[in-house]
């Protein structure tokens, strides 16, 4: 017993245990998806479906086993259709990234990104006192191109009176959703999918749930302000918080902001620092060149 343990774990390779670990990398990243989305009762009635079809071959229901079968041959494909919006949004997860797509998200300073969180939070803040709907989207990795080319190109910069004039009731671009790129607002008057979330409360209007739907499709955030209560709600991952001040919403899009421009100084602080130790080793490698050779003359 212990030659075998020992044999089996002598032949275990750096190789295998890469391996190992990457299946249980996309294992785990699977079950996550799978508890966050509606899958998870799909799932659920498909391990029935696979218990039925064992069952039935063990205690020889020829007929139901053959049925079973056939519907499983062909599940793979049907399963495919059913979960089309969580394959989309998976893979639109995972290409979401700088190298190939560079974004003008995060490349603001500090100062830049102060100013722009304090004309939101002036703008939700009048909005919510008068009770005036408002749906503002911050792009930042995943691009909003195509939902932009649903609304009026604006490339203003922001401002609470600015945003004050679209979201006027008698504004012709008040119904839609403002895109914001940057530190600029993009587009205006935008047209947004909705959530395919079923379990949201029903008080829940339109605004609402275009808000949250855009957020399952990208790496969004969006600001919503209720036309009916002034409530102020923050969108984020296919999730809505609700019932937000000021304070808070300023506190989340500072740290929207900040925390990437964080990512970058931290980055560039290293490369800062790694060029300075090679620097400084090849200046110290010289000396003792110079060093060697006024030894050697002598």
């Given amino acids: ?13 750096i190789n295998d245990i890469i391996d190992i670990a990457l299946v249980a990398f996309v294992i785990y990243k699977v079950l996550g998806f799978i508890r ?3 899958a998870e009762q799909l799932v659920q009635g498909l391990l029935l479906l696979v218990v039925a079809t064992w069952l039935s071959g063990q205690v020889h229901l020829y007929t139901m086993n053959w049925l079973l079968q056939s519907l499983l041959t062909v599940g793979i494909l049907a399963l495919i259709v059913v979960f089309q919006p969580e394959l989309r949004r998976g893979l639109e997860q995972m ?7 560079p974004s003008q998200f995060g490349k603001l300073n500090k100062d830049k990104a102060m100013h722009i969180t304090h004309e939101f939070v002036k703008a939700v803040e009048e909005f919510s006192a008068k009770k005036v709907g ?13 939902i932009c080319e649903t609304g009026t190109y604006v490339d203003a910069e922001i401002s609470a009176n600015l945003l004050g004039n679209i979201f006027y009731e008698g504004a012709p671009l008040h119904d839609g959703a403002v895109i914001v790129r940057g530190d600029r607002i993009h587009a205006a008057g935008c047209v947004l999918p909705l959530t395919e979330n079923m379990d949201l409360p029903s008080d ?14 990208s790496d969004c955030i969006t600001l919503i302000v209720s036309e009916e ?18 304070k808070t919403v300023e506190k989340t899009l500072l740290s929207v902001y900040l925390s990437r421009n964080d990512e970058e100084n931290d980055k560039n602080g290293k490369k800062k620092s ?6 400084k080793r090849n200046k110290n490698n010289k000396n003792k060149m110079n060093d060697d050779g006024g030894d050697s003359d002598v």
């Fill in 134 to 146: 408002a749906l503002i989207i911050i792009e930042r990795q995943t691009s909003l191109s195509d």
């Fill in 95 to 101: 290409g979401r990234s700088k190298i190939m797509k």
């Fill in 274 to 279: 790694r060029r300075k130790s090679r620097n």
């Fill in 36 to 38: 966050e989305s509606r």
């Fill in 204 to 217: 829940l209007g339109t605004r609402h749930r275009a808000g949250i739907g855009i957020t399952e499709k």
């Fill in 229 to 246: 209560t002034g409530i102020i709600s923050i969108a984020k991952d296919g999730r809505l918080e609700r019932y937000l001040d000021s």
């Fill in 1 to 13: 017993m212990s030659d075998t343990l020992y044999n089996l774990v002598a032949g275990i390779g």
